[in-house]
């Protein structure tokens, strides 16, 4: 902080990085009764490193529960404050303050400020000169935002056209554009009327002159009215598309595992792509309907000012078409789902194909596939005729009655010209078609809508199946212990969901912090289960898991797999340098650390023989590396983030016997100050052990040391001797198998 001139020399942050923004914005949180932290904060803020400018913390203070604006303010603003307290200010080195309240010590009026990398030191009190003199001028106004009506409302039609009103400004705008357009929509028919009506009977050259002045007035207005509202338009949607995107990305994090283990990934983005089509929906076709709509207001009362008889007979018209097209509503959305089912059946296939294609090519399937698609296809195309034939009865009912709109009122009007007493002008007559025919526009208009609409429900139907899924239950105010990796099982029983048979049984067991725990048994008996309900991954789990003796769904979600790393069977290595993979979860890591990582993880060796060294791109999925190095890989990218829990689920498996050995060699050191759960089900691995689990049926067998569990364990000891006198049998094999030389020490 820079008021050292106050007196009191400012200690060192602690442990702060960047402009103290996070924290300032902490405290303004706490001080509102959000529960938040910096740390929090930075794991939200993408790009650590860079410290946030005030746009960007707006909308963070935004995904935390705040209303945040970032603002101008002078001294003045302050002494006016009063309940707006506190505010942020940005000092000219580029630091942030928090300003508490603003009070008159003495005479002197002062403001009371708190650093926010010292939140327990009392606020200072700053006199106005000396704020003004590092201050820039620029703040972040923060309050807590009231659930704005429909905020947690599932995502569905009403959601998305709230979306769109949000935009008030432009909803305004584009309304008084269109109502000065429909007004103005009446001046061609007015003049027609004119011009034939005085202008030809009488003759009158002056008239006619002022006329087409007229004429080129209004289409100029109209021109530059009609520019406006598309570009509301567009800048409407573009900012609609932005929000609309964030939410659906933000939902889409927040789900829980299992849903992405239930839907596949094409599916899942097919599904959110379909917002496109509500959204064009909701800002084309929809925005302009209603606008329409708004024409009517003033097109219908003008009709009936000109010829009340013609005015019945065209509402009347209009009225058997919406009548039309109401009764056509229903069978148009059924027939709708059933288009929208064959795509999906057909669309699932597709996917399932292009992810299954090795399998596909490999098994010689692609003639029976092709069959399948053929079945699929048929379906698809009779749904979508079945939907064409319907929506075309109502399309040739309505296209007589419009025609009868126009000739109709034509040969009526002509009628009522010859027999009636009151004179129906010519000029009238032909004023009066025009503006008769603009106004059933809207009514054609939504018979072309209907299909639209139901699309538009579908898309709807579709994206929300997703965002509407029950998020992961994340705690906000969980604790964030210091984890130094002690884990405890008591009597832990988990099914999953859809499950017969529970994976995990009634398990009881300890682990002591820093030691190296073997998991072992047969295919799905339960070991990864285990691993998954310790990184919170499912929630539903009975009995008590606790982690340095703190139950697990007591703590924040967040914190706990950020002190724990995980590497799998098959690890998901992201497109980018491999210094981006290694460093993913702790960007700010320095290069010597990486380093470190990689040696431990035995991945130096390949990584230094590669022409880029640490700056060669990955391809998508890692393809250009070996399943080993890929593994190699991860590992480093787990050991970067120095967790105080490691987790390798069989993450050694897919290891050359090279790479493995190295692994092995450097399980010492990469154990150093952690706890580590190792699954593997080469026995071998796990002899060094300090303790081995041997799960069964999701029931823990037995747990002890390799030579304990030799003894007493039928199970641990069939599973040794059977690997082993595998082994055995080839001595030239078992030579070079680091797993033997492992066993034999
Ligand atoms: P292991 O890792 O020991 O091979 P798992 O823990 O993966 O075993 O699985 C234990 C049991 O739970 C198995 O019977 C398996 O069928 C079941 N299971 C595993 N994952 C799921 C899942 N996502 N949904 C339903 N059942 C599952
Ligand atoms: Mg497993």
Request: net charge neutral.
């Amino acid at each position: 902080m820079r008021f050292q001139s106050m007196g009191e020399a400012a200690s060192e942050p602690s442990n702060v990085s960047g402009n103290g923004a996070l924290e300032a914005l902490a405290h303004v949180a706490s001080r509102l009764g959000v529960a938040t932290s910096a740390e929090r904060l930075r794991r939200a803020e993408i790009d650590g490193g860079h410290a946030p400018d005030a746009r960007r913390l707006a909308r963070i203070a935004r995904d935390c529960g705040l209303e945040a604006k970032p603002t101008r303010l002078s001294w003045r603003h302050l002494a006016d404050f009063g309940r707006a307290f506190p505010v942020m200010l940005r000092l000219d080195d580029g630091s942030w303050i928090v300003v508490e309240e603003f009070r008159r010590v003495g005479d002197t009026p002062v403001v009371m400020v708190v650093d926010p990398r010292h939140p327990t030191a009392p606020a200072r009190p700053i006199d106005e000169l000396r704020l003004t003199d590092h201050w820039t001028g620029e703040a972040l106004l923060a309050r807590r935002r009231l659930a704005r009506a429909g905020e947690d409302r599932p995502f569905g039609f009403q959601w998305m056209l709230e979306q769109v009103l949000r935009e008030r400004q432009v909803v305004r705008d584009v309304a008084l554009a269109a109502s000065v357009l429909s007004v103005l929509s009446l001046v061609p028919p007015m003049l027609y009327m004119v011009v034939v009506d005085r202008v030809l009977v009488h003759h009158r050259t002056s008239t006619l002159m002022v006329l087409v002045v007229l004429i080129v007035a209004a289409l100029a207005f109209e021109t530059i009215l009609g520019w406006l509202r598309r570009t509301m338009i567009a800048i409407a949607t573009a900012k609609i598309d932005a929000r609309i995107g964030l939410y659906l990305f933000d939902r889409l994090l927040g789900l829980p595992m299992d849903f992405f283990e239930r839907n596949t990934t094409g599916l899942i983005a097919h599904k959110l792509g379909e917002v496109r089509r509500i959204r064009s929906f909701l800002t084309g076709q929809l925005f302009n309907g209603l606008l329409d709509v708004l024409t009517l207001l003033v097109l219908v009362p003008t009709m009936f000012l000109l010829e009340p008889v013609l005015a019945g007979y065209v509402l009347g018209i209009g009225v058997a078409m919406a009548v039309i097209i109401a009764l056509y509503m229903g069978p148009i959305r059924r027939a709708y789902a059933g288009v929208l089912e064959a795509e999906h059946r057909k669309s699932s296939m597709l996917i399932e194909t292009i992810q299954g294609m090795r399998t596909i090519k490999s098994l010689a399937l692609e003639g029976r596939r092709r069959n399948q698609w053929d079945v699929r296809v048929a379906e698809a195309t009779n749904a979508a005729t079945d939907l064409q034939m319907l929506a075309n009865q109502p399309q040739t009912l309505l296209a007589p009655l419009e025609r009868a709109i126009y000739s109709g009122s034509l040969c009526l009007g002509a009628w009522l010209a010859i027999t009636e007493t009151s004179v129906v002008h010519a000029g009238t007559l032909v004023a009066f078609t025009m503006i008769a025919t603009r106004a059933t526009q809207p009514i054609v208009q939504l018979s072309g809508m209907m299909q639209q609409f139901q699309e538009a429900r579908g898309a709807i139907a579709e994206v929300a199946s997703v965002v509407n899924a029950t998020p992961e239950a994340r705690r906000v105010d969980g604790v964030r212990p210091t984890m130094r990796g002690a884990i405890s099982f008591q009597e832990v029983r988990f099914t999953y969901p859809d499950a017969a048979l529970p994976a995990l049984d009634g398990i009881d067991f300890t682990v002591e912090p820093g030691t190296v725990v073997g998991l072992m048994g047969r295919s799905g008996s339960g070991k990864t289960t285990v691993t998954r309900l310790l990184q919170g991954l499912h929630q539903n789990h009975q009995g008590l898991i606790k982690i340095d003796g703190i139950d697990l769904r007591e703590i924040d979600i967040d914190h706990l797999r950020s002190r724990m790393g995980v590497v799998l069977q098959d690890s998901f290595l992201f497109r980018g340098t491999i210094r981006e993979n290694i460093l993913v979860a702790r960007p700010d890591a320095g290069p010597d650390e990486m380093i470190e990582a990689a040696r431990l993880a035995g991945a130096e060796e390949f990584i230094e023989r590669l022409p880029r060294g640490y700056e060669t791109l990955l391809e998508e999925g890692a393809s250009n590396l070996s399943g080993g190095q890929r593994q190699r890989l991860a590992i480093a990218r787990a050991l970067v983030t120095d967790p105080a829990l490691l987790i390798f689920d069989e993450a050694t498996s897919a290891l050359d016997p090279d790479s493995e050995a190295i692994i092995a060699e450097n399980l010492r050191r990469i154990a150093a100050g952690r706890t580590v759960l190792m699954i593997s089900h080469r026995l071998a691995s796990l002899v060094d052990c300090d303790q081995i689990l041997v799960l069964e049926r999701g029931r823990l067998r037995d747990a002890g040391r390799h030579a304990d569990l030799i003894d007493r364990c039928d199970t641990y000891r069939h599973l040794w001797f059977q690997q082993n006198r595998h082994l055995a049998r080839g001595p030239e094999h078992g030579r070079h198998d680091p797993a033997v030389a492992v066993a034999r020490r």
